[in-house]
């Protein structure tokens, strides 16, 4: 095990986190009723930076989708290009023409030198998106939030772009939550997801290499714990909710089933770490959004999915 810790009886990670989590569709995405209100008034408006961004993050895919590429990087090129066309209906921006795929043979390995300029065009687009997320005025910042992520995680995902991809989605406004509720359950998200690393961490065959990278996701979310209560400032700081049933969890039989875990772990605070984003003080969104990006990227190197709305609930 990583450190000290009890256990109390059996139930699933993250429940008291997720339980209340429900919604309405989310305006503007695809597979939401048409005609709902989106994040911009109108596509006619002046444009956002984030919807520049978009459109600039697109062309860049669609260059990128002309060029040869190992299979497999053409398969997340091709996927970040579904990704984006939703993404621009979310945003009020013209859903655009699909890109047909190009008729060349595959390269036998992915050129640096594109490599590192389609994760630039993504690097540039997620700084776009976070910036139009914490900007006060915006409308519905949790989904610029969520693209924020996305685009780091996929930039992330060039090295090795073998992930499994989540497939097309609807999505959902996280439920109100009172700024008080939102402060407590994101630091709660931290203190959940640290014990479940521990009990996982305990599972026989281990490599030493994945202990070394859960004392690591350790550190991470003692991090963000520490950012969170920093940017509360002089707001009287939350503790951990004891006695949640987060600590009546079991540990896994094995390595399998411990990866399992610790994907699951991470993925399921998204959610709870978005609803805190939408809900909560603005000074919050920075931290938070730090956290949304680290868990989001964490996910897929434990076998979980790359998602499309990292923060956001699925329906």
């Known amino acids: 095990m990583l450190g000290p810790h009890k256990q109390v009886g059996r139930r699933a990670v993250l429940t008291a986190g997720l339980a209340g989590i429900a919604g309405v569709a989310l305006p503007g995405c695809a597979l939401v009723p048409a005609g709902a209100p ?96 914490v900007a006060a005025s915006s ?43 939102a402060r407590q359950a994101a630091l709660d998200a931290c203190a959940e997801v640290s014990w479940g690393i521990e009990v996982a961490a305990g599972a026989p065959g281990l490599s030493a290499d994945e202990m070394d990278r859960a004392r690591g996701r350790l550190d991470a979310w003692a991090g963000h714990a520490d950012a969170l209560r920093e940017a509360l400032g002089p707001t009287p700081t939350p503790h951990v909710t004891p006695a949640q049933p987060w600590y009546e969890l079991d540990r896994p039989a094995d390595a399998t089933a411990a990866r399992a875990l610790l994907a699951r772990l991470e993925a399921d605070a998204l959610p709870v770490l978005g609803r805190s984003f939408a809900c909560g003080e603005a000074s919050l969104r920075p931290p938070l959004l730090d956290a949304l990006a680290d868990a989001a990227a964490d996910v897929p190197r434990w076998g979980g999915l790359v998602e499309r709305w990292p923060g956001l609930p699925a329906s």
């Open 38 to 133: 989106r994040v911009a008034p109108s596509p006619t408006a002046t444009p956002l930076p984030g919807q520049v961004a978009l459109g600039t993050l697109r062309e860049a895919l669609a260059s990128a989708a002309g060029t040869p590429w190992p299979d497999a990087h053409a398969a997340l090129i091709a996927w970040a290009l579904r990704v984006t066309a939703d993404q621009c209906v979310a945003v009020s921006l013209p859903a655009p023409a699909p890109v047909a795929a190009t008729a060349t043979p595959p390269a036998e390995q992915a050129d640096p030198a594109l490599v590192a300029a389609l994760a630039e065009a993504l690097g540039s687009a997620a700084r776009a998106f976070r910036e139009q997320s």
């Open 139 to 181: 409308a519905h910042p949790l989904v610029w939030a969520a693209m924020a992520t996305w685009a780091l995680v996929t930039a992330d995902q060039l090295a090795d772009p073998t992930a499994a991809r989540e497939p097309a989605r609807s999505v959902l406004d996280p439920a109100e939550q009172s700024p008080d509720a």
